[in-house]
């Protein structure tokens, strides 16, 4: 494997399920991110981990919670979402998580909430 | 939060020049440019950055203006793959980040 990769790429849940989505980079990279892309709306970040310290949380509903176990993988835990919660979910890594660093994604995981 | 401004819409010929234009009047001192695009389906690719200077790499060159107001992605040979969502943002070297991914703009390559 190589790059970003992200499973599942298609999710259906039920609002009452959990699952979680899964990010795992194979670039040596330091920073991590989750983001957002729902139907006709901007790219949102979500989250940012540098080193596996969550550095930001951008005002992110506690229904998704995140986790850095290492600097290699990335997990997007999801429990009760509502059905606006739809949308294209992102990871990208970067070597450091300043302005100087390019972001490289993965394919992303469609999710539906049913 | 610095915000970016691009056209809706672009189009172009297959093997001209395409020049996309991002305005960001509010930038900051510390924030770099950056382009990526994203193809139907797929994840955004990174393009190009810059803080400065002009840069030029493989896929594109970034043209930034002297006050750092406005850039240009400039694809020197477009071809139908180049046919994508393009996002102008601004990252920071300081500070959250905050960043703000605007529509972009869609770029049609007619063969």
């Known amino acids: 494997e190589t790059g970003v990769t992200q499973t599942p790429r298609h999710l259906v849940m039920g609002m009452t399920n959990k699952k979680s989505l899964k990010c795992e980079q194979h670039?040596?990279?330091?920073?991590m991110y989750w983001y957002k892309q729902s139907a006709k709306k901007p790219l949102e970040l979500m989250f940012v981990?540098?080193?596996?310290?969550?550095?930001e949380n951008n005002s992110v509903p506690s229904r998704f919670s995140p986790e850095c176990p290492n600097s290699s993988h990335l997990f997007l835990h999801l429990h009760t979402l509502q059905p606006e919660d739809s949308a294209l979910y992102l990871c990208?890594?970067?070597?450091?998580?300043?302005?100087?660093?390019?972001?490289?994604f993965g394919p992303g995981t469609r999710l539906t909430v049913t | 939060d610095a915000k970016t401004t691009q056209p809706n819409s672009m189009e172009s010929n297959e093997e001209e020049p395409v020049h996309l234009p991002c305005n960001h009047s509010?930038?900051?001192?510390?924030?770099?440019i950056h382009w990526y695009r994203q193809l139907p389906s797929q994840g955004p690719e990174y393009v190009i950055h810059?803080?400065?200077s002009n840069v030029n790499n493989r896929m594109a060159s970034l043209a930034i203006a002297e006050d750092r107001k406005s850039s240009t992605l400039i694809l020197h040979r477009a071809t139908l793959r180049d046919a994508a969502v393009y996002y102008c943002?601004?990252?920071?070297?300081?500070?959250?980040?905050?960043?703000?991914f605007g529509q972009g703009t869609r770029l049609t390559i007619n063969p």
């Open positions: 943002i601004l990252i920071p070297t300081q500070g959250a980040q905050k960043l703000v």
């Open positions: 670039l040596g990279h330091n920073a």
């Open positions: 990208a890594s970067s070597q450091g998580y300043r302005g100087l660093y390019e972001q490289y």
């Open positions: 810059g803080l400065t």
């Open positions: 981990y540098s080193l596996e310290e969550r550095v």
């Open positions: 509010t930038i900051s001192g510390t924030d770099y």
